[in-house]
């Protein structure tokens, strides 16, 4: 198991708890490293949530904080770095594309797929292990194995902003 992978392990509980769930978890840089993570607040499967403030980031910091000073998972000096996912998010669980269902995204393969390894349209969702993703330019639609997904991440479009914008307005209701 790698680090990214134990250090999520250790503190999805305590983001759970807090009413946020993790989004990623990233490990970057040799030299000091900066541990990055990306939470969001538990949407039961909603698009958006309203948005992430200052004060939950420094509240994650701080519970995040506690877990590692206990734990230690990196036995190195490293800095912490805790922020929302933002707009463009990053999409990296199947769940994500059922989630955001409709919202434009870039999408890059680990080995190509009929010669491509880029692909850019609206998610069409899952269909068993395959991401469906809509060309509405070309008229196409390509079947992704999501095995074989690499990177994705939303595209800041006028729909995903309005979405944004109505989960703020219902989080703030």
Do not use: W
């Amino acid at each position: 198991m790698d680090a990214a992978t134990r250090i999520a392990n250790l503190i999805a509980p305590t983001l759970e708890g807090m009413g946020f769930q993790l989004v990623r978890v990233k490990l970057m840089g040799t030299e000091r490293p900066v541990l990055q993570i990306m939470f969001e607040r538990d949407t039961g499967g909603a698009p958006h949530d309203g948005g992430i403030t200052v004060d939950d980031c420094a509240d994650v910091s701080r519970a995040v904080s506690a877990v590692l000073d206990v734990e230690d998972p990196i036995s190195e000096a490293y800095r912490l770095e805790v922020s929302s996912p933002g707009l463009d998010r990053p999409l990296i669980k199947p769940s994500d594309f059922a989630r955001f269902k409709g919202f434009a995204a870039k999408v890059e393969l680990g080995r190509p797929l009929d010669g491509r390894k880029r692909f850019q349209g609206r998610i069409g969702g899952l269909e068993g292990n395959e991401l469906l993703l809509r060309d509405e330019e070309k008229g196409s639609e390509a079947r992704l194995p999501v095995t074989d997904i690499a990177t994705a991440k939303l595209i800041v479009t006028d729909d995903l902003i309005t979405a944004s914008l109505a989960g703020r307005s219902a989080a703030a209701n």
